[in-house]
């Protein structure tokens, strides 16, 4: 086992699918699918952070580590904030936000995050996949540029220019922290671009801190956010069961 945590933010009131963690993929609940994919990783401890009774008792029932956290959060990092205090993790210690919707999370990427993180010796870190043409001008797609030695140049919904679409990666909701970063980042004010794009990770670049990327070795990436995702999710359960990738 490594030194790092996984958290996992998990809550009820979703706008386009209300109930979603419990929503059932083949024989398993959603959260029940991320949790067993994040358990996967070398991990020192994985636990699911929610505000939501029903699902703090689902997982208990199903030998699933939580830790009960407040309802006021507007975000999930202020989720994991209050998570790590709860949890008195040390400031050095890194946490891997995995998010509670993404069932199909490959667990080495989640130990590459890690592994990225110590060699930078970074407060941050994210994942990338190679943007799909299709993807190009969706504005729910958030891309990211980098540069040679993995930094990311900037998150953006929009593209403006060719030479923006070809240097173009498709994010990947995962993040990595150091909790002494996590802490400071949640007691930030909202930065202008963060609000103007509607992306959180803005602040941490508004703020001049170093985020870094790397590749998902992942085939398959969805969200479940809508009852068409988790159809899909329940066809690919069906027709094609995950693979151990360690």
Request: hydrophobic fraction near 35%.
């Amino acid at each position: 086992m490594s030194n790092f945590v996984v958290l996992i933010p998990s809550r009820m009131e979703s706008s386009r699918l209300p109930g979603k963690p419990l929503k059932k993929i083949g024989d398993k609940t959603l959260i029940q699918r991320v949790y067993e994919q994040a358990s996967k990783s070398d991990a020192e401890k994985v636990l699911v952070a929610t505000d939501s009774e029903k699902i703090n008792l689902h997982c208990l029932e199903n030998n699933i580590d939580t830790v009960l956290t407040g309802s006021d959060h507007h975000t999930g990092s202020d989720r994991l904030a209050e998570a790590v205090e709860i949890l008195t993790l040390e400031d050095s210690q890194i946490i891997v936000n995995v998010q509670g919707d993404e069932p199909f999370t490959e667990p080495t990427d989640i130990n590459n995050l890690y592994h990225l993180m110590e060699k930078k010796n970074s407060n941050m870190a994210t994942l990338y996949s190679d943007l799909n043409s299709e993807d190009v001008q969706n504005q729910n797609v958030v891309k990211l540029w980098i540069q040679d030695n993995g930094r990311v140049i900037d998150f953006s919904r929009k593209i403006h220019n060719k030479e923006q679409i070809e240097q173009a990666k498709m994010h990947l909701g995962i993040y990595a922290y150091r909790v002494s970063f996590l802490k400071q980042f949640v007691k930030w004010s909202q930065s202008t671009k963060e609000i103007e794009r509607q992306l959180e990770q803005m602040r941490a670049m508004d703020n001049n801190e170093a985020i870094y990327a790397k590749k998902s070795i992942g085939a398959y990436h969805l969200g479940v956010d809508t009852e068409e995702d988790l159809e899909t999710a329940r066809k690919f359960i069906s027709d094609k069961p995950i693979v151990d990738s360690l």
